[in-house]
């Protein structure tokens, strides 16, 4: 999770920071759910609306606080993704297409959110802002936590664990695969048929390692 591209700060306090600022993120996702989940409507509609752009931006804010100049905020210039030290492993799209692409990203969640099922959307999401890469940094943590949170309003519940899938993917071995996973997505959208199911099968995974740590066997 930790990070050495800050704009701001680098070193030891940058990641006592980012630390801080990761529990502040997941408790703003907590209270991102409890919200939703409370605004059903009178008929108690299920699922709750999904989350919307204004959500994104501050769980991006909450996730790199006094670490950008700008928190919250859509990128300005374009950016590279490296993998190993000076090896660029994905060249996200020009910053100018940014602000289309998110409207379309809302556009299609929402279309999901109407037909498809709690694993589609959390996938979507999960892809979709990797892809877009809407940030300047930060674009994998607030997407993990935006997935997190639609995998729960589609569900329509708080969902139960110790861990939760967010943490589960900074960590070895779902790290590792995670990352692969994107790029298999990747793959599968630049050829014109875009394949969520992995990243489903995924998440199911760990939805399921998640609620299991809710009553781990003694």
């Given amino acids: 999770m930790l990070d050495v591209n800050w704009e701001t700060i680098n070193g030891p306090v940058a990641h006592q920071i980012e630390l801080t600022n990761a529990a502040n993120q997941a408790n703003v996702v907590k209270c991102l759910i409890s919200f939703l989940l409370a605004h059903r409507g009178p008929s108690g509609a299920c699922p709750p609306p999904p989350p919307d752009e204004p959500a994104l931006l501050t769980l ?108 589960m993917m900074t960590e070895q071995p779902h790290s590792s695969r995670y990352k692969s996973l994107l790029t298999e997505i990747d793959k599968t959208y630049l050829s014109g048929s875009l394949n969520l199911q992995p990243i489903k099968d995924f998440l199911l995974e760990l939805l399921n390692l998640q609620i299991a740590s809710a009553n781990p066997v003694v």
């Fill in 60 to 167: 991006h804010h909450a996730g790199t606080l006094f670490l950008l100049a700008h928190p919250g905020a859509y990128r300005n210039h374009d950016v590279q993704v490296y993998g190993k030290p000076g090896e660029i492993s994905f060249t996200p799209m020009s910053w100018q297409f940014v602000e289309g692409a998110m409207k379309r990203f809302f556009r299609d969640l929402y279309a999901i959110w109407q037909t498809g099922d709690a694993l589609e959307a959390s996938a979507y999401a999960l892809w979709g802002i990797n892809y877009i890469h809407p940030f300047r940094n930060g674009n994998g943590r607030t997407a993990r936590a935006f997935s997190y949170a639609c995998l729960s309003l589609r569900i329509g519940a708080e969902l139960p664990g110790s861990i939760t899938l967010m943490q």
